[in-house]
């Protein structure tokens, strides 16, 4: 079994206006000065009760994200699009025998959501994301829970991890599997290289050429 695991946000699809607009929907809502949306893209990827906390040090992450979500769960998770090439990338790999995964921070509530709302959930053997009470938001977590699900044995099954942020980057070093970053989602600099990617592509369909 060859695995390869992908993340969704900045990965599989462009959510930033969704995001962003939830996150400053939460903002207004707790009273913050607005801010560009320029600045808030750069926190898409790890966890929102990390963004809460380490951004704008906010000690109720947990009512943050619950005001977070009155925007994103009826209006946000909509504003959001394929990336180009990117259906034609699962396709392929699935045509050619790789079984495919969702490994990402989102909660598993709202990707299944996602997948089914582009249909391009039957694609994947598994998805796995957070939990919606912020568990299980580490990438290394994520990445276990797919493994688990998969039956992945490192001695016979092969796996890597597509990414565009450095914890995809980690937490496919954590179980010793090869991370691909993909310069085109919310990275910033060499973030991706810097934390160990073996190789940083510019298209989705550059993943082909890959496998």
Request: charged fraction near 25%; include cysteine; hydrophobic fraction near 35%.
């Amino acid at each position: 079994m060859k695995i390869v695991l992908f993340d969704l946000d900045g990965t599989i699809t462009d959510s930033s206006e969704g995001i962003v607009n939830s996150i400053k929907y939460a903002l207004s809502r707790l009273g913050f000065p607005d801010e560009p949306a320029e600045k808030i893209q750069t926190y898409i990827g790890p966890a929102l009760h990390d963004t809460f906390k380490n951004h704008y040090e906010i000690e109720d992450t947990a009512g943050a994200v619950a005001i977070y979500r009155e925007y994103y769960s009826t209006k946000g998770i909509f504003e959001n699009k394929l990336y180009e090439g990117i259906e034609e990338v699962l396709e392929m790999l699935k045509y050619q025998g790789y079984t495919l995964a969702l490994a990402t921070g989102k909660p598993t509530y709202y990707s299944e959501i996602i997948l089914k709302h582009f249909e391009i959930d039957h694609y994947f053997s598994a998805v796995v994301g957070s939990n919606m009470d912020g568990s299980r938001s580490d990438k290394k977590e994520i990445i276990a829970e797919v493994f688990a699900q998969l039956k992945y044995n490192p001695e016979v099954h092969e796996a890597t991890m597509i990414g565009d942020r450095f914890h995809d980057v980690n937490g496919a070093k954590h179980h010793n599997i090869p991370c691909i970053g993909v310069s085109y989602g919310y990275s910033e600099g060499d973030e991706l290289i810097q934390a160990g990617a073996i190789k940083v592509i510019d298209h989705p369909m550059e993943i082909i050429v890959l496998f």
